[in-house]
């Protein structure tokens, strides 16, 4: 599976949109990119996922550019309960594929 | 969206014991789950992938006789930590893909975190 690079941290301001980066420049054709999020102490939370084209669900819009090199998710109204570590991963299709997790990028929500 | 379930949320047990934990997910029939673990300030480590009724497939450096996994059912894997010791202390999360429209999703339980004393 592809590497992906993410920023070590970020801070928004609550009811501020929030714009993660994803850089995955060694992607392939078949490959999707998944978002997850971990709060403290909890199981990953699937966010969203897409392969070419943007998606928007009622957590997130996922934004691929067109060389699929990298991807941009959007929390559009940041709460202080979106405070946790965000997760770029890429991932082949197929039910043998798996997850495997960097380190993420840690997104602090502030008043 | 999908369900996981894990039990039990915390477990504290000595030394030497063995500690089993369950991952079940509610909602839909998981053929494949694997198991992770993260330690503190640490990523999600990959440990091991199971098919319902297969043997499951551990991952580089992960002891498959210390860490037994059996996927007997669609719906249930078990982790169990045989002859525990305190550097297996940790956060143990599963998580089950399924068929139909959970197919290429995974979904996460909310995790186990173990103490061994």
């Known amino acids: 599976d592809a590497k992906t690079t993410q920023p070590t941290s970020m801070d928004c301001a609550e009811g501020r949109a929030a714009n993660l980066p994803c850089n995955h420049s060694?992607?392939?054709?078949?490959?999707?990119v998944y978002w997850y999020r971990q709060i403290h102490s909890q199981g990953p939370q699937y966010i969203i996922h897409g392969l070419k084209n943007n998606e928007t669900n009622e957590m997130a819009s996922l934004i691929i550019t067109e060389d699929r090199k990298s991807s941009t998710l959007i929390l559009p109204h940041a709460t202080l309960r979106d405070t946790a570590v965000y997760y770029c991963i890429v991932r082949l299709t197929g039910t043998a594929s798996k997850l495997t997790f960097g380190t993420g990028t840690r997104l602090q929500v502030t008043l | 969206g999908a369900v996981v379930s894990q039990h039990p949320s915390w477990v504290i047990c000595k030394s030497g014991t063995s500690v089993k934990i369950e991952c079940r997910s509610l909602d839909f029939q998981a053929t494949t789950m694997f198991w992770y673990r993260q330690f503190p300030k640490q990523s999600l480590m990959l440990m091991a992938t199971s098919n319902e009724g297969s043997k499951a497939t551990y991952e580089q450096g992960v002891e498959k006789d210390k860490f037994l996994i059996n996927h007997a059912s669609l719906t249930l894997s078990t982790l169990t930590v045989t002859s525990a010791h305190p550097e297996d202390s940790s956060f143990y999360i599963c998580s089950a893909k399924g068929s139909g429209s959970n197919q290429e999703t995974q979904y996460f339980g909310p995790g186990t975190r173990l103490l061994v004393l």
């Open positions: 060694t992607i392939s054709g078949n490959e999707y």
